[in-house]
C-alpha cells in the first residue's frame, strides 16, 4: 500500500519560510518523479514543483520560481519543499504526489498525499 505523508505545514507570516516534507512508503520511491501541487478554495489545484527519480530535473510554476526550491532524498524516501518569502496568495493546502514519470507527476499523478495546510498571514 503506497503512502505519502506531508508535513511541515502551519501559519506564517508573510515573508517567512517553511519547509513541507513528504515521506513515502509501499513504492520504489527512486523509481518515481515526485511533485508538490497546492489547492485554495475557490481556486483549480496547480502544480508548483515536481522533481525527476534521481533529482536532476527540476519543474516551477512561474509563481514560486526564486523562492521555493523541491530536493529529494532517495535514501529517505523523503521529497521536501522549501518555501522562503512567502506571500498570502501561497495561502493553500499543498499535497505530495509521486507519478512514474516527469510528465505524468505534473499532469496525473499516480499517488496522492492527504496535505497539508500552509496559512500565510499578510
Known amino acids: 500500500q503506497v503512502q505519502l505523508v506531508e508535513s511541515g505545514g502551519g501559519l506564517v507570516q508573510a515573508g517567512g519560510s517553511l519547509r513541507l516534507s513528504c515521506a513515502a512508503s509501499?513504492?520504489?520511491?527512486?523509481?518515481?518523479?515526485m511533485g508538490w501541487f497546492r489547492r485554495d478554495p475557490g481556486k483549480e489545484r496547480e502544480v508548483v514543483a515536481a522533481?525527476?527519480?534521481?533529482?536532476?530535473?527540476?519543474y516551477y510554476a512561474d509563481s514560486v520560481k526564486g523562492r521555493f526550491t523541491i530536493s529529494r532524498d532517495n535514501a529517505k524516501n523523503t521529497v521536501y519543499l522549501q518555501m522562503n518569502s512567502l506571500k498570502h496568495e501561497d495561502t493553500a493546502v499543498y499535497y505530495c504526489a509521486a507519478g512514474s514519470t516527469d510528465v505524468v507527476v505534473t499532469r496525473s499523478p499516480d499517488y496522492w498525499g492527504q496535505g497539508t495546510q500552509v496559512t500565510v498571514s499578510s
Open positions: 509501499g513504492l520504489t520511491f527512486s523509481s518515481y518523479a
Open positions: 522533481i525527476s527519480c534521481s533529482g536532476g530535473n527540476r
